[in-house]
């Protein structure tokens, strides 16, 4: 859990720097570590459904994520920091591991009004995000990817 708050501590100070700076946004690379007991992957999410309603896709554009994930204790956390004009946000989210196997992760969040699920593709590296709303009348989906691609999306709008 230090570790944990340390990942969210970095993410804000990195952000922070260059807001204070006045540089253009820099965002971290994507990278996906793994072990057969542990996930470590980290970027930015980039939305894949065109007309999404949810905020953090649609209004959040410059963010970076790291995630942690141990098989043992059967849970994930994401550490979040979103800049949406002068204000950083973070945020820190636990998700329960509902399978884990040689192929894939994948862990939910189940919230008040939505639930997030998360797919660790452990043969191809990749994260993707899929959020229901618990009214089902929207799904979303999302990618992790790279901060070069949440920055270019950013600056488009």
């Not at 708050?5 to 204070?20: E, R, T």
């Not at 204790?73 to 509902?98: N, W």
């Given at each position: 859990?230090?570790?944990?708050?340390?990942?969210?501590?970095?993410?804000?100070?990195?952000?922070?720097?260059?807001?204070?700076?006045?540089?253009?946004?820099?965002?971290?690379?994507?990278?996906?570590?793994?072990?057969?007991?542990?996930?470590?992957?980290?970027?930015?999410?980039?939305?894949?459904?065109?007309?999404?309603?949810?905020?953090?896709?649609?209004?959040?554009?410059?963010?970076?994520?790291?995630?942690?994930?141990?098989?043992?204790?059967?849970?994930?956390?994401?550490?979040?920091?979103?800049?949406?004009?002068?204000?950083?946000?973070?945020?820190?989210?636990?998700?329960?591991?509902?399978?884990?196997?040689?192929?894939?992760?994948?862990?939910?969040?189940?919230?008040?009004?939505?639930?997030i699920r998360i797919i660790f593709d452990k043969q191809r590296d990749t994260v993707s995000l899929v959020h229901t709303e618990k009214s089902g009348?929207?799904?979303?989906?999302?990618?992790?990817?790279?901060?070069?691609?949440?920055?270019?999306?950013a600056e488009a709008k």
């Amino acid at each position: 859990m230090r570790n944990l708050f340390m990942l969210v501590v970095v993410i804000i100070v990195q952000m922070q720097l260059s807001f204070a700076w006045g540089d253009s946004m820099v965002l971290p690379h994507y990278y996906f570590h793994k072990g057969n007991e542990w996930i470590r992957v980290g970027g930015s999410w980039v939305g894949d459904s065109p007309e999404s309603s949810d905020p953090y896709f649609k209004d959040f554009a410059l963010q970076t994520s790291e995630l942690a994930c141990m098989r043992v204790q059967a849970i994930c956390f994401e550490a979040r920091a979103v800049k949406k004009g002068a204000v950083l946000l973070s945020y820190l989210l636990e998700y329960k591991v509902e399978r884990w196997d040689t192929e894939r992760v994948i862990a939910v969040l189940d919230g008040a009004a939505a639930i997030i699920r998360i797919i660790f593709d452990k043969q191809r590296d990749t994260v993707s995000l899929v959020h229901t709303e618990k009214s089902g009348k929207k799904l979303d989906r999302a990618h992790l990817a790279d901060g070069i691609e949440a920055v270019g999306r950013a600056e488009a709008k």
